[in-house]
């Protein structure tokens, strides 16, 4: 995941929607914003509502966009808890539109990261603001911008799942930590929660394995059991055990069984990614 915002070309510009209904914190929100060399302009709106007639207005500042076919706005910047229309629903709306912005969420509630991400949001960052922080979210928007304006994937060799690496909410001790799906190796049902082992460790996030194995399924992860989703290119052994079959994953030799009911489709997968590779 990259967080580096310099790395990024300075003639992408951004034009931002700033929305938050204390006035101090859009004025910190905007001042922030406006910090950053990658933001050419910010629109601020006091509520959801002022946002949504920005939007709906014929402005002159935003009429040549919509003439070029780019989004009203590049980014939408966002507080959850508004009075009247809340931010989860107005991010709604913003999803409506096409080409839709990309909507990062800015809130001092961090038990809504889990809704924020089911509803698209490109990031979640939590109040007091910080520099470095948002700088951050707008490193994410300049990334997408740019897998957006990138080849499709056939016509360079891309692989499309590398250009849309899902992010995950994590608390952990009141941070929310954001676990990219790229890191994954394996997760584990655990109820209604899964845990997700990577690279670093594991995670308890309170997401059903079922609907990880959905969201997942076109990045490569594969069912092999009603307790384990594995991503498919890190499997490096699929081998007959004491109570049958069995995956070894990539390198720490971590062994996974697999049920009945998922092997021949395990095998498929398996022999298909074989022969692609």
Sequence with gaps: MRFTVSAHDDTRKL????????????????????????VAKVFPAIDASEALRLLSTDDPRLRERKDRG????????????????????????????????????????????????????LDYVLKPYQQDRLDRAISRVLDKLAAAAAPPPGAMGGDPVKNDDEVIPVELAGTTKLIPRSSVRW??????????????????????????????EKAGFVRIHRSFLVALPLITELRMGQGGYQVVIGNEEKVLPVSRRHTRALKDRLVGSGRNG
Excluded at 17 to 37: F, I, K, Q, T, W
Excluded at 191 to 209: N, Q
Aim: proline share 7%; glycine share 6%.
């Design 15 to 38: 034009v931002v929607l700033a929305v938050d209904d204390e006035p101090n914190g859009l004025d910190e929100l905007v001042h922030c914003l406006r910090n950053s060399p990658h």
């Design 70 to 121: 780019l989004p009203i706005v590049d980014a939408v910047f966002a507080d959850i808890d508004m009075p009247g229309l809340s931010g989860m629903e107005m991010s709604r709306v913003f999803a409506a539109l096409r080409p839709s912005p990309a909507l990062v969420f800015v809130t001092g509630h961090a038990e809504e990261a889990v809704n924020a991400f089911d509803l698209g949001a």
């Design 187 to 216: 997760v584990e049902a655990q109820g209604d929660y899964a845990r997700l082992f990577t690279t670093e460790g594991s995670h308890l996030v309170r997401i059903p394995l079922a609907q990880l194995e959905e969201r997942w």
